[in-house]
């Protein structure tokens, strides 16, 4: 991308680059996290075991309102967990070298982070992607009805909630139900985000959420397992600590796995828990802030049910209407676009951004899209048939994620944004529309 060619803009006139770099979601730390660390080092308790480990446990489990939170080394190794022990709860215990859903299908959230959907693969079964609704951006269960339809063997749904906004658990849930589907819920963006007063992380047979550095609050890295059933929450804390048996050596009935949180890291999350609802609500004035000053665009912020859902705010994002977008082609690692007048597009917005110091990011390019997982099956709410759609094939089918990630965008989301600063940003996209 070339700066000058915005900073030089006359579009641009007047606006000055901002002096520190403006992230997308960045950690903040509050002193707290400090004294935590600072207790499990000056008492040697810096490994896997430890009062930070436990304390956040019980402390995560009682703000999300399920019964057990298992501490984990990632989001990404709880998604795992919580797949193999649903495939192992449906389909039996594989041999070693084996993966639970060898020869089985899951349907998964299209719109979402790959971490989601990778463990799919790492139990060697085939992820099945079900498109997106307009109304929250996630899992449509129109689509989803339609994959039963299709696919009626399928036993694992795969649920996450974009952005922390919560996807439609009723419908989602009742379908799932009628099917006699386990539900895995990914809720790694979303902590704090409620549906009907009910906290995302306690609508799946088993949850996951995550602790990465750019989430609503971080332990550095880190995530976890959350689930009301003891012995599945007894057994993934067994795999993560490389299922070891009780035994005086180590003994093993089952693969196991190094995935389990250090007390270190425990120690950050532990000062960063009394933080969390503060930062959902600098997040939620972000959003407030983007809504009313990007109301007089042909755009739309990220919708959400305001009726029933109240989301976290993780990230604020933007589509521009139909009418309004330039002609903006992208390939497999490049995008071009022409600029019009009256109109943008989420390549030159995110230009624009960057070149005056300040982080978006495009939409998550959806999971069907992803060359690694081109020869896997998307079914929309229009899919006739189980033939994978070809989006390049002229197809008539629908594809909402693929629309919505050619015109959306996320914008600077970080919790330390001040107003004047989201003034800024609201000025430069405003240009970008001249
Ligand atoms: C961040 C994220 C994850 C992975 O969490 P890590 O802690 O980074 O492993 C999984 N799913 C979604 C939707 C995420 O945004």
């Known amino acids: 991308m070339d700066r000058m060619r915005y900073l030089k803009d006359p579009r641009f006139a007047g606006i000055e680059p901002f002096e520190n770099k403006l992230w997308l979601s960045s950690p903040t730390v509050h002193g707290e996290e400090q004294y935590w660390v600072d207790e499990a080092i000056q008492t040697n308790w810096i490994s896997t075991v430890g009062a930070n480990i436990n304390?956040?446990?019980?402390?995560?489990?009682?703000?999300?309102?399920?019964?057990?939170?298992?501490?984990?080394?990632?989001g990404t190794a709880a998604l795992h967990l919580a797949i193999?022990?649903?495939?192992?709860?449906?389909?039996?215990?594989?041999?070693?070298?084996?993966?639970?859903?060898?020869?089985?299908?899951?349907?998964?959230?299209?719109?979402?982070?790959?971490?989601?959907v990778n463990p799919v693969a790492y139990e060697g079964g085939e992820a099945i992607f079900i498109d997106a609704e307009y109304d929250t951006w996630n899992m449509d269960p129109k689509a989803l009805e339609r994959a039963f339809e299709l696919y009626p063997d399928v036993r694992m749904v795969v649920i996450a909630h974009l952005y922390g906004t919560p996807a439609k658990m009723d419908e989602l849930v009742a379908i799932c139900k009628k099917h006699d589907a386990l539900i895995v819920e990914d809720a790694a963006e979303s902590i704090l985000a409620t549906f009907k007063g009910k906290q995302t992380g306690c609508f799946g047979d088993v949850s996951a959420?995550?602790?990465?550095?750019?989430?609503?609050?971080?332990?550095?890295?880190?995530?976890?397992?959350?689930?009301?059933?003891?012995?599945?929450?007894?057994?993934?804390?067994?795999?993560?600590?490389?299922?070891?048996?009780?035994?005086?050596?180590?003994q093993h009935d089952e693969l196991g796995y190094n995935y389990r949180m250090s007390n270190i890291i425990a120690g950050i999350v532990r000062g960063q828990l009394p933080h969390a609802w503060e930062h959902l609500e600098q997040k939620k004035h972000n959003y407030?802030?983007?809504?009313?000053?990007?109301?007089?665009?042909?755009?739309?912020?990220?919708?959400?049910?305001?009726?029933n859902t109240e989301p976290n705010f993780w990230l604020s994002c933007m589509i521009i209407d139909n009418e309004a977008m330039c002609r903006q082609v992208r390939s497999e690692k490049e995008a071009l676009?022409?600029?019009?007048?009256?109109?943008?597009?989420?390549?030159?917005?995110?230009?624009?951004l960057a070149a005056f110091n300040a982080?978006?990011?495009?939409?998550?390019?959806?999971?069907?899209?992803?060359?690694?997982?081109?020869?896997?099956?998307?079914?929309?709410?229009?899919?006739?048939?189980?033939?994978?759609?070809n989006p390049s094939s002229g197809s008539v089918?629908?594809?909402?994620?693929?629309?919505?990630?050619?015109?959306?965008?996320?914008?600077?989301?970080?919790n330390k944004l001040t107003e004047k600063q989201i003034d800024v940003i609201v000025d430069i996209i405003h240009r970008c529309f001249m």
């Open 55 to 74: 304390a956040v446990e019980k402390l995560t489990a009682e703000l999300i309102g399920c019964k057990y939170a298992v501490a984990l080394s990632s």
């Open 84 to 116: 193999k022990l649903c495939g192992e709860m449906l389909y039996g215990r594989p041999a070693a070298g084996h993966g639970t859903l060898e020869g089985q299908r899951v349907f998964c959230s299209d719109m979402t982070f790959s971490a989601s």
């Open 209 to 250: 959420i995550s602790w990465n550095g750019n989430k609503l609050i971080t332990g550095s890295s880190g995530g976890m397992l959350l689930t009301n059933n003891e012995a599945w929450a007894a057994q993934a804390r067994k795999w993560s600590t490389q299922s070891r048996e009780d035994a005086a050596w180590y």
């Open 288 to 307: 407030e802030l983007y809504k009313k000053g990007l109301s007089d665009l042909p755009v739309k912020m990220n919708p959400y049910d305001e009726m």
């Open 337 to 352: 676009f022409n600029t019009e007048p009256g109109k943008s597009c989420p390549t030159e917005i995110l230009e624009a």
């Open 359 to 389: 982080e978006g990011r495009p939409i998550w390019k959806p999971m069907h899209l992803q060359p690694i997982y081109r020869f896997h099956s998307f079914v929309t709410k229009t899919s006739d048939s189980k033939v994978r759609i």
């Open 397 to 414: 089918h629908t594809d909402v994620g693929a629309d919505i990630f050619k015109r959306g965008l996320c914008l600077p989301s970080d």
